[in-house]
T-cell receptor, first 109, second 115 residues
Framework: QKEVEQNSGPLSVPEGAIASLNCTYS??????FFWYRQYSGKSPELIMS????GDKEDGRFTAQLNKASQYVSLLIRDSQPSDSATYLC?????????FGKGTHLIIQP | KAGVTQTPRYLIKTRGQQVTLSCSPI?????VSWYQQTPGQGLQFLFE???????NKGNFPGRFSGRQFSNSRSEMNVSTLELGDSALYLC??????????????FGPGTRLTVL
């Protein structure tokens, strides 16, 4: 059974610092990886997608993928209180997305 | 461009009843996927429909079914409701099928409570 593992947190980070979120996945056949942000009571919103090894940067967000270690991470620079949310990691293959249970991130003002 | 819409937003049913949820994808999107989200299990994939055909199915019992219409709108049906079916049901649409790795955009969800 495909699994995506994340530390549930909460992860508390001071405002302005770098928040580092991690996940591991079990299916070596996974080809695509996504980070979604979900505010309480809202639906998930795509933050980043990454398909190849290495780093991908978009504004304050950087996704990192290491297929050999089956590891995906998300870095959030200059963290803001509005970044406080649950972050869901997902791996994708031809048969759908598998989501982790999410990491609850709290940015402390 | 309008986002993914789901109706109804909230629903209360009793055990044994059946329920139908509706999802309208973003205009032009042909793939609709359904997910169940619960505090204990997180977000779990139910099934994907593309061009009116079910392409993928998650590990859920046959009480969960769906269909897609020619305009890409999709419905999900749950028969013989159980207490454990209480959850947030999310649909997501994308341009291509899941196998194309297109970005999925989620709707606001339908909160189902089974009493």
């Amino acid at each position: 059974q495909k699994e995506v593992e994340q530390n549930s947190g909460p992860l508390s980070v001071p405002e302005g610092a770098i928040a580092s979120l991690n996940c591991t996945y079990s299916d070596r056949g996974s080809q695509s990886f996504f980070w979604y942000r979900q505010y309480s009571g809202k639906s998930p919103e795509l933050i980043m997608s990454i398909y190849s090894n290495g780093d991908k940067e978009d504004g304050r967000f950087t996704a990192q993928l290491n297929k050999a270690s089956q590891y995906v991470s998300l870095l959030i620079r200059d963290s803001q209180p509005s970044d406080s949310a649950t972050y869901l990691c997902a791996s994708g293959g031809a048969d759908g997305l598998t989501f982790g249970k999410g990491t609850h991130l709290i940015i402390q003002p | 461009k309008a986002g993914v819409t789901q109706t109804p937003r909230y629903l209360i049913k009793t055990r044994g009843q059946q329920v139908t949820l509706s999802c309208s994808p973003i205009s032009g999107h042909r793939s609709v996927s359904w997910y169940q989200q619960t505090p204990g299990q997180g977000l779990q994939f139910l099934f994907e429909y593309f061009s009116e055909t079910q392409r993928n199915k998650g590990n859920f019992p046959g009480r969960f079914s769906g269909r897609q219409f020619s305009n890409s709108r999709s419905e999900m049906n749950v028969s013989t409701l159980e207490l454990g079916d209480s959850a947030l049901y999310l649909c997501a649409s994308s341009l291509g099928a899941l196998s194309s790795w297109d970005t999925q955009y989620f709707g606001p969800g339908t909160r189902l409570t089974v009493l």
